[in-house]
Structure formats: C-alpha cells, structure tokens
T-cell receptor
Framework: DAKTTQPPSMDCAEGRAANLPCNHS???????VYWYRQIHSQGPQYIIH???NNETNEMASLIITEDRKSSTLILPHATLRDTAVYYC??????????FGTGTRLLVSP | NAGVTQTPKFQVLKTGQSMTLQCAQD?????MYWYRQDPGMGLRLIYY???????DKGEVPNGYNVSRLNKREFSLRLESAAPSQTSVYFC????????????????FGPGTRLTVL
C-alpha cells in the first residue's frame, strides 16, 4: 500500500521554479518526509528531508503543510540538469526506503 | 572518497549461470542495501544489512543471496540466473543503525546493468 501520491509527470521552463507536490495523508507523527531524485541511468540521489518544519539546503526547499498531509519540493531555479524522476518517501526509525514511481520532471529550454 | 562503488558495470549471463555483484563503500557506514530497478519502475529492495554480520530480506529476495563480508563490502549473488532477473542493480549505504532512530540518508552506487538471456 502506497504511502505517498505524486503526479506522474511535470514540465518546467529552465530558470523557473519547479514545484513538485506529494500527498501523504496517512503520515504518522514520527515519520519523516524524504525526497530523492534519479537522473537517467544513475543511482538515486538524496535531496532533502524534514519532519514538520520547512527545510532548505543548497539543492532545494521542502515545504510541509501544517497538518503534514502533504508537502512540496521546490527547485528555485530549475536547470536542464534537474530533469529527473523525483521520489517522495515517508518513513521513520529503521524503515526501508520504498520507492514508488515518482514524478518525472522535464526541464525545457 | 569514492563513496559507493559497484562491479561490474555491465554483465550478460545465460539462464542458469551464477554470478556475484560486488559493492563497497568507504564512508564507514553501518547499513548497506541492494535494490533492483526494472524498466519504467521504481526501486525495489532485495536485501539489506543493518550492521556488519546481519542481513535481512527486503521486498523481493527470491533468487538472491547476500553476504556482508565486512563493514565495507556487501555482495549479491545470483545462484541460477533467470531472464526475470534482468534489471539494473543498485547498492546503497547509510549511517543508519537500527537502534538509533530516524533512518539516515542513503548513498547509492552507479548501478550494475544485468541481462539474462
């Protein structure tokens, strides 16, 4: 049973912000929201994670709603190199990462 | 640091042949994982090792065996390869120790592309 729901694909113009949504309505209080991405033919790459506060690092920002039932990954200035499949995952403790099918983001010139 | 390395990068086997995929990490991580990814699908966990000397089954363990040789190395063996095992195999590692709380970031290797004819 899937813990997260993501749109299968999204498009974004180069230089614009890419906002990738994720629904996780059954998330429990001790579960974190993680984002990974996979550029074609490469291994997945960690992006960011959070519990309930918004987070920002050099790659992206993570906005988690107050009820924690959804979140948005923001790539502030998307480049062609950001074209990838983005995975939203929720887990806690020593849980195993479960990758769904993610959102395929296409950044175009 | 090389991070997570995998060998070989590519492999073609005939049905029934055996082989071992090698994985090593130089980050002194406690936990290591093996995933497979079929075309157009997400990753599925085959086996994992929470610490040196322990291994546990993941979502799709049938047809595979693993060995955590030491803290650095975690190998995946196919005893009798089948066409259904044609896939890209990724190894990953993380600091996570199951006694210590939230799962930590996983770092992935470049993958091994395996074709079974």
């Amino acid at each position: 049973d899937a813990k997260t729901t993501q749109p299968p694909s999204m498009d974004c113009a180069e230089g614009r912000a890419a906002n990738l949504p994720c629904n996780h309505s059954t998330i429990s209080g001790n579960e974190y929201v993680y984002w990974y991405r996979q550029i074609h033919s490469q291994g997945p790459q960690y992006i960011i994670h959070g519990l309930k506060n918004n987070e920002t690092n050099e790659m992206a920002s993570l906005i988690i709603t107050e009820d924690r039932k959804s979140s948005t990954l923001i790539l502030p200035h998307a480049t062609l190199r950001d074209t990838a499949v983005y995975y939203c995952i929720v887990l806690s403790g020593f849980q195993k990462l479960v990758f769904g099918t993610g959102t395929r983001l296409l950044v175009s010139p | 640091n090389a991070g997570v390395t995998q060998t070989p990068k590519f492999q073609v086997l005939k049905t029934g042949q055996s082989m071992t995929l090698q994985c090593a990490q130089d980050m002194n991580h406690n936990s290591m994982y093996w995933y497979r990814q079929d075309p157009g699908m997400g990753l599925r966990l085959i086996y994992y090792s929470a610490s040196e000397g322990t291994t546990d089954k993941g979502e799709v363990p049938n047809g595979y065996n693993v060995s955590r040789l030491n803290k650095r190395e975690f190998s995946l063996r196919l005893e009798s390869a089948a066409p259904s095992q044609t896939s890209v195999y990724f190894c990953a590692s993380s600091e996570a120790n199951y006694r210590q709380g939230p799962t930590d970031t996983q770092y992935f290797g470049p993958g091994t592309r395996l074709t079974v004819l």
